[in-house]
């Protein structure tokens, strides 16, 4: 089990484009499984690749809560070849936007074809929660992040906290190497 850095915006690393993955290999399966063990530490429902660092087509999630028993999915290449017309609006937040929320509006229904950890193609239908979390993920693959969605006002107020916090925490770490 690896832990990963989980990069915090704003990082011109998020607005990054990612890359197709050419083949689930070894090395791949096991970015997705140290991803999920990431995803699980923060604690969080999805992760994807470019959030640690990685400009790859990957994403994990788990849209198990509480005691229910770990639903895990590892997703290379995801693609939604199917959306329903119907949309629904859900609370979400983001690990490298943490303790911001703001309510989206996505499709309710999807179905997604990607390849697994062992290179397998596979399609699923996805509603409720892990629709939102998988159309979530996948945004972060075009460089897209929940606060694109919502007014400018508004992203515009999260951003400039993240900023701020960011700017605190450069200082801090700043006088903690002048102080050693
Ligand atoms: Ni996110």
């Not at 995801?78 to 983001?94: F, L, N, R, Y």
């Not at 998988?134 to 007014?151: A, K, N, P, R, Y």
């Amino acid at each position: 089990m690896a832990l990963l850095d989980i990069i915090v915006a704003p990082d011109p690393r998020l607005k990054k484009k990612a890359a197709a993955v050419e083949r689930v290999d070894a090395a791949t399966a096991k970015l997705m499984a140290d991803m999920l063990d990431t995803m699980y530490e923060a604690p969080g429902v999805g992760l994807a690749a470019p959030q640690v660092g990685v400009l790859k087509r990957i994403i994990v999630v788990d849209p198990a809560r509480d005691e229910a028993p770990p639903a895990p999915l590892k997703m290379a290449n995801p693609e939604i070849v199917w959306a329903s017309v119907e949309t629904k609006i859900h609370e979400e937040g983001c690990l490298s936007l943490p303790e911001e929320y703001e309510e989206v509006r996505r499709p309710d229904k999807i179905k997604v074809r990607y390849v697994d950890e062992h290179n397998e193609i596979r399609t699923i239908d996805a509603e409720g929660l892990l629709s939102v979390i998988i159309q979530h993920e996948m945004d972060h693959l075009e460089g897209t992040l929940f606060v694109d969605h919502i007014s400018n006002l508004k992203r515009n107020m999260i951003m400039r906290r993240l900023t701020k916090i960011k700017k605190l925490d450069d200082a801090a770490k700043r006088h903690a190497i002048e102080t050693t």
